[in-house]
């Protein structure tokens, strides 16, 4: 942790990518080639590092920044490298993008952003977000979400987003100028929308129990995994111990004494083997948290498709009642009760101008009301009709992302297989020479 | 204490406190042969050498180099157990089968039941015959970790395993396997048994070795030679390390199972999973059978651990302590002889009688220092091969079970790579 000075920086990434981090920023460009921004300019997150400074409330706080590189791609054309630009931006300027984007494109599945907290872990160590590998991992995900919004056909187009990558200073004011906050849907209207909802389009009713169905599913199987992750971690580093009782053996016995002790070699380097196969488990872990956090933004789509639905029956709703009202002033009679009607008969008429000038408010109103009946009817229409395609764009990558991720789960078992067999074999070998 | 001779037609219901009475029964050519064959250096009683028990042992060839199966004329195996049900109680026999061209059994295959209590006997009788030679561990009465039930098929199986290793370690054993009470476990029907059972050392007999073996305890040993306390030594840090592979082994065991409950509840996971998707719903099918198989091939990897190398440590860890009994045996022989010694240096002492006695505890002695040391070498050699072996066995499980997820592994890959469009199969590297 750093300490007291007020802007100790203190280097903890590097700016190599591994080999799995090249591997899945190639993924990630091959999903969606031929989209605007990437092809225009490479981005990446390439380091961490941890600062200290006052907050809000004046108080010390540690925290991270990363640093966000993007170079123009049409240089490299010409043979040069030209170096790339860069600014820093700590995780809640990642999460005001994210939040712009949801309130901006609200019938688009937004990309999510690695957690917040370390959930799911099966090593108590890594719950700690200071934790160097925490950092890295968040260091990918954040990478791999912009690179999963400059992908994306339309949402790479944004402005904001653009100045998120390009202008360090002032980028937070900008996005609170356009006012995306008001533009929010409070959650009890969302909520109100769910239940009352007569005629929501039958398809985004399945997609959502479908993202319900993904979060449990993945949910339970990160659980699952990480206590299995866990138990596999206790196996290996217990044969360690033969190593150690090995050596010890191997001191009183004559004969003996070699076998035991390069056995006992080579089952050290089966202890130690376990933290490389682990930490590609949790890569693995990744990518499924990734559709986990997708399933909330799907599901938000399909939210916000019964809250328009929601606005249109509402604003039908009102029209009716209104030329209701309207029927019974012109024609006199009451068709329905109404609280009015019943004071009007118990009270006595109205005058006749003031039947007048109600029947000239109701045309009014009627004809707002239509007017805005047909505008939240074009708006539901056109919020289905990009809905559906980038639902259909998401069911796409979904499926590709996650055929991939189960590949290279199943490479990463071979290998740990291959290991197996290679340590013991080289054990029974020593083991044969006792 | 005495030990019978390895001699076929000596009874061995009764024993003689006197050794020399045995040598009557010796060939002189045959000491001759023997004493040539003696290359031990430096001891100063050569002369008694040639009619001492202690000579006969070499003639059955404590060598270095490992006994050729070819020479070996005794089979016998320990297999079918079954449940006998008494009025009184209920127990289970094994079936003991003999195969040999032994000229001293009467004939070459035999087929008896025996009990966990006659293996019990037996091992009693041959260590009350030779204190100080070595006889392998039997399994203990109770496994008390786990609790495991008496009756349990697991439990009796581990059982039956360690009973079979206990009785081939005594055919193997040149001596132990030519003695009247083994004949007899493998030949008697179970009448013949009991009787002969019954001819044991007297009570008293053995009270009153018990009371001169604490009296010498207590007395303690004044120049015990090096090479023992060497052996001692040895044996302490071995006792250390046996026991610390056990464990190091049980607690493997322990955490794969608990490995096996998670691995198992990954398999309805996935299948679940594939229930809500479409064109995943395949590969995830796919995982959730390769998951499956692994479970298998893992269950099966820890029963190999459990009912292989467990087992053979844990009896490794009991020959700890059967080591220490023997040196210790080996300890009172001497003190017994120390102090008859100091004995004659009394002022009112019987010296002739002493002396006699002394002789006697002399030669008691070097044979027991001689038996000791030669079967230490055998045991040595014996403990070599089988933790060798078991080892060895486990490393190659060990393989085998990776071998085996690596297929299902790389199928599935396969399976994968070819059916989705436009990728590339890529070498597995």
Redesign the interface.
Known sequence: MADSGSEDIAVIGNTDLTPSESENNIKNTMVEKGTNLLKRMEISVAEAEKRTGKNAVNMQETYTVYLVETRALDATSEGTTPVPDSLWRRYSEFELLKNYLLVTYPFLVVPPLPEKRAEFVWHKLSADNMDPDFVERRRVGLENFLLRVASHPALSNDKIFYSFLTEENGWKETVFETGFQAKADSRLKALNATFRVKNADKRFADMKH?GD??QS??S??LR??A??A???Y??YK??G??GR?FS??SA?EK??GD?LQS?GHHMDAYAASVDDILEEEEHYADQLKEYLFYADAFRAVCRKHELTQYELEMAGQDLTSKKQQQEELATGTVRTFSLKGMTSKLFGQETPEQREAKLKMLETQIEEGEELVKERNAECEEFVKSAWVDIERFKEQ??HD??EA??S???M??SM??K??QV??N??EC??K? | MSGTIVDNNASSLSIPTDIAGHMLDLDDDDDLEVFSKDTREGSSFNASMQTSPGSMINQYKFEEEEEDIDTKDIFVTVDDPESYVTAIETFITYRVVTKTTRSEFDSSEFEVRRRYQDFLWLKARLEEAHPTLIVHPLPEKFVMKGMVERFNEDFIETRRRALNRFLNRIADHPIFSSTEDFKIFLTADVGALTSHKKQGPGFLSRMGESVRGLAATVRGVRNRPEEFTAMQE?VE??GQ??S??DK?TQ??VR??K??LE??K??VP??T??SN?????AE??R??AS?LER?YKETEEQVKELNDNLNPTLHEYVLCTETLKTVLRRRDIIQAEFEAKTEALLAKHADREAIREDLYKMEDRLEWANNALKSDWTRWKKVM?TD??SA??DT??K??N???K??AV??T??LS??TD?EGTQVLD?S
């Open positions: 479908y169905e993904l599913v993945i339970q199987l699952v995994r206590r299995a866990d138990r596999l206790g196996v217990v044969h111990n033969y009782v010890e053996w009183i004969e003996m076998g056995a979904k499926d996650l055929r189960l590949i789960y199943a490479i078992q071979i297989c291959k197996g067999i013991w074999n054990a029974k083991f044969s006792m | 040895y840090a071995f390390h046996i610390s592979l190091v607690r493997i955490e794969q608990e490995y998670d691995l509840e990954c996971t996935y679940l999973w809500s998707e479409e064109e995943l590969p995830l796919g995982m390769c692994c070599r933790l060798r080892f060895m490393a190659e060990n393989v079970y990776y071998e997820c690596l592994w790389e599935f890959l994968q790579r989705a597995s």
